[in-house]
């Protein structure tokens, strides 16, 4: 958030992403940021399935490093028998867990924050998280830079009502769902080939609306009111069974 819109905002923070969205589409925020994809892990499936449902538009992109951190009230974290963090933060750590705490029951929490929290107030847990929320909730840092990957990074998605103008460097990003017949998927995206229009990303959901039905989360290059883009858009939209164009936003820097 910080990264995107600067220090002169207001911050209003939700208990989880549904809320995140939630926030925003009944107006008492006016953009949401919301994790996206891992560069490990993967895409984050809670956000995948707001974006379904939703009104809302993504409106831009942030590329963030994660670090996380090893936080406690004591020094020796092996007298410690419980490590907290959001699931993804204990998926990225999990070989160096493995290696120097491999006895440390590990409880997925709803985020990293709430994870220092409780481990504030336990004395038996530690929690992995950024060492900057060390200092809010008064514990040690007993390890730095804990994650398996050193590169690791997370895309953030910013939605808000309206897509983004033109920047000259932007991606829009669509929700799909082909016809369930032989060769579909490939007539759906076979536009952009000839439209010489590149995709970046293509994800699959099942669709929760029949067996072994999925839709598809698709980000190309250009934007939406590019008339080669609109030309494409228009041919994948009369072959696709569900078409949504989710926004169209600057590329994350």
Wanted: charged share 20%; with cysteine.
């Amino acid at each position: 958030m910080l990264k995107h819109f600067g220090r002169e905002v207001e911050v209003v923070f939700g208990d989880n992403i549904g809320d995140v969205f939630r926030l925003v589409e009944s107006r008492e925020v006016d953009h949401g940021v919301v994790p996206d994809e891992h560069s490990t892990e993967g895409v984050i499936s809670n956000t995948l399935d707001c974006l379904v449902t939703t009104a809302l538009c993504v409106t831009g992109e942030v590329n963030l490093r994660i670090s996380h951190s090893l936080l406690g009230q004591t020094h020796a974290g092996e007298l410690s028998t419980t490590g907290l963090g959001h699931g993804q933060a204990l998926a990225q750590c999990r070989r160096w867990l493995d290696r120097h705490l491999p006895a440390l029951e590990r409880v997925g929490v709803s985020s990293n924050a709430e994870a220092a929290r409780q481990a504030s107030e336990n004395s038996a847990c530690l929690a992995v998280a950024g060492m900057e929320t060390a200092e809010i909730y008064g514990l040690n840092i007993l390890e730095q830079g804990i994650e398996d990957q050193p590169g690791n990074t997370t895309r953030y998605f910013v939605i808000g009502g309206e897509s983004a103008n033109s920047s000259g460097r932007d991606k829009p990003s669509l929700l799909l769902s082909s016809h369930n017949r032989s060769g579909s998927l490939q007539r759906l995206l076979e536009p952009l080939s000839e439209h010489g229009i590149s995709m970046s990303r293509i994800e699959s959901r099942p669709s929760q609306t029949g067996l072994w039905e999925y839709i598809f989360f698709v980000d190309l290059e250009g934007h939406v009111n590019d008339e080669i883009v609109q030309k494409a858009l228009t041919a994948i939209e009369q072959e696709a069974a569900l078409f949504k164009v989710l926004g169209s936003y600057p590329r994350a820097i």
